[in-house]
Structures are given as structure tokens and as C-alpha cells.
């Protein structure tokens, strides 16, 4: 009898929690989830997002992005996603096949409305540039398509992603005019800015430096002797007092032209990977402060 009374106690307490479990359930659903291919994107995403959307990066910090190669372990983290945010503009140029293997997971490529800058030399010279997100300016236009992105694939939340992008592009503005400020004490005559990778185009375009690299993208070859005998060149004949080099590459062909041309060598940009959270670039927005505070002090001998 008494095993009766509780069992049906039980289901009197089932039949009571149940409508509360249907009425609880709404504000209890799963937040989107979405993958994005690097770290710099990830990051932006993530403060579109804010407690709305898991943001997760595809390859981890430092990873060299151009050349990746996919694991099947990230082809299973890309299936469960909800939402691929890449970069485009033959960033990514492993990203076309991978994303054939996936079904049915939307993807988005955040460079969508940006004038490219054309690649000038190489094996790549006339396609696009694809370090669109290191001009500021182009990164409101990324913050734009991200937010689009996140309230056409979850609508509920629309209101608090378009409050999120545009606080954060605030911040970006912000930071666009303190680079502007910091960049602008380079002499008028040494403004050029020499590194590895030729990523540097859109950032120089919009603080009026002139771009010298060693070779004009990570996916063409490295540090040949031929593309290092051309940049010694122009360091000596433009007198470039600072030479730099990039977080995702081998900063050996450049620190060979240190030494040739009695340049100095100024350290480490970040351009293709945010750091991790030690580093000097574990934001976006970090990575843009710690680039100008890098190449200042370089210009200007302090480091
Ligand atoms: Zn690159």
C-alpha cells in the first residue's frame, strides 16, 4: 500500500513539474553556435555575440592560417556548428575543399563588401589581398556582416547583437584614431613599413605608410634569396631605419636583412593570430595597439 502512495505521490509531482518544464524551456534553448576560422575573426565575433552565441576559432592562436590543413577532428567541430564565419579573399585557400565536405552548415565570408587591395608580385599578383581586417575601417564593415550574420541565424537575439556591434565599433573607432595619432610622429621620410608578409597593404593605406616586404603573401614562398636581396635594395636606398617581422613566420630572412643593411631590427607584429591571453595581442583590438606601439617604437629607436 504504502509503495503505491509514493508512486502515486510521484506522478502527482511529475504531472505538476511537467507544464512548469514546457514554460521554463524558451529562455532554456541552446545558444547558437558558431565557428569561425581564425582567432582575429573569432574575437570579433565574440564581442558581437557577447553571452548570445558560442564563438569558437577553428585553428588556435599562433596557427599559421593561409596554408592550414584541416584535421577530421575539425571537419566534426565544423558539422556541429551552426554558423562558419571565414575571412574570404583567398584567405583561407584550404576553405573551398573543407567546406564541400560539410552539409548544411551556413557559412559567411566576412570580407563581403570590402574593396579589395590586388596583390602586386608573385605567384599571386592581381587576386585580392586578403588582410582586409588590419585597416580599422574595413573591420566596421566585418563587425556589420558578423552582426547581419548572427540575427539572420538566430532572430530572437537580433536586438542585443545590433547593441553589441555597435559599442564595439565605437571601440574600434577609437583605437583607428589613436593609431592615426601615434602613426602620423613617423618622419615624413621614412615612412615605409618593411616586413615579411605583405599584409600591411590596407594598414598602410589607411595611415599613409608605403609597403616593402620580403615576399606579398604567407601562401607563396618564403624568404628566397632573391626576395631578400630586393628588400636589402630598397632598405638601403629609401634609408629605412626599422625592419620588422610577424608572429605566424620565420623571422630569420628578415633579421638577415638587419644585419646586411645596419637597419634595426624591430620585433614582432601580429597579424594572421591574435596570441594567447599572456601575449602582448590577445584581441583584435590589442593586436592593432601592440602593431603601432611595435612599429613606433621602432621608428623612433625605443625598442
Ligand atoms: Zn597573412
Not at 553556435?33 to 582567432?39: E, G, K, N, P
Not at 608573385?122 to 588590419?134: N, R, T
Request: net charge neutral.
Amino acid at each position: 500500500m504504502r509503495r503505491h502512495q509514493i508512486l502515486s505521490a510521484l506522478l502527482l509531482l511529475v504531472a505538476f513539474l511537467l507544464p512548469w518544464r514546457l514554460v521554463a524551456e524558451p529562455s532554456a534553448q541552446p545558444r547558437l553556435r558558431v565557428l569561425a576560422t581564425f582567432t582575429i575573426l573569432a574575437d570579433m565575433a565574440r564581442n558581437v555575440a557577447g553571452e548570445h552565441a558560442d564563438v569558437d576559432s577553428l585553428t588556435p592562436p599562433g596557427a599559421e592560417i593561409h596554408g592550414y590543413e584541416p584535421t577530421p577532428q575539425d571537419l566534426v567541430r565544423a558539422s556541429r556548428a551552426q554558423l562558419i564565419l571565414w575571412n574570404g579573399l583567398n584567405l583561407e585557400v584550404w576553405f573551398e575543399k573543407f567546406f564541400a565536405d560539410l552539409r548544411g552548415v551556413p557559412s559567411v565570408a566576412l570580407t563581403e563588401g570590402i574593396e579589395p587591395i590586388l596583390i602586386g608580385s608573385g605567384s599571386y599578383a592581381g587576386k585580392p589581398d586578403p588582410h582586409a581586417w588590419m585597416s580599422p575601417r574595413n573591420a566596421l564593415v566585418y563587425v556589420e556582416n558578423i552582426r547581419a550574420a548572427l540575427a539572420r541565424h538566430d532572430p530572437r537575439n537580433a536586438e542585443a547583437y545590433a547593441a553589441n556591434a555597435a559599442a564595439y565599433s565605437e571601440k574600434i573607432r577609437a583605437v583607428d584614431a589613436r593609431l592615426r595619432e601615434q602613426l602620423a610622429r613617423i618622419p615624413e621620410d621614412r615612412r615605409f613599413l618593411v616586413t615579411s608578409e605583405g599584409a600591411f597593404a590596407y594598414l598602410c593605406r589607411d595611415y599613409d605608410l608605403r609597403p616593402l616586404y620580403l615576399w606579398p603573401i604567407n601562401a607563396d614562398s618564403q624568404g628566397t634569396p632573391r626576395q631578400v636581396r630586393a628588400v636589402i635594395d630598397a632598405v638601403r636606398a629609401h634609408r629605412v631605419p626599422v625592419v620588422f617581422s610577424e608572429s605566424t613566420v620565420s623571422p630569420r630572412p628578415m633579421r638577415q636583412v638587419a644585419r646586411e643593411t645596419g637597419a634595426r631590427y624591430g620585433g614582432v607584429l601580429h597579424v594572421d593570430s591574435l596570441t594567447n591571453a599572456r601575449g602582448p595581442a590577445p584581441t583584435y583590438l590589442a593586436l592593432l595597439e601592440s602593431n603601432a606601439r611595435t612599429i613606433l617604437n621602432g621608428f623612433l629607436g625605443t625598442n
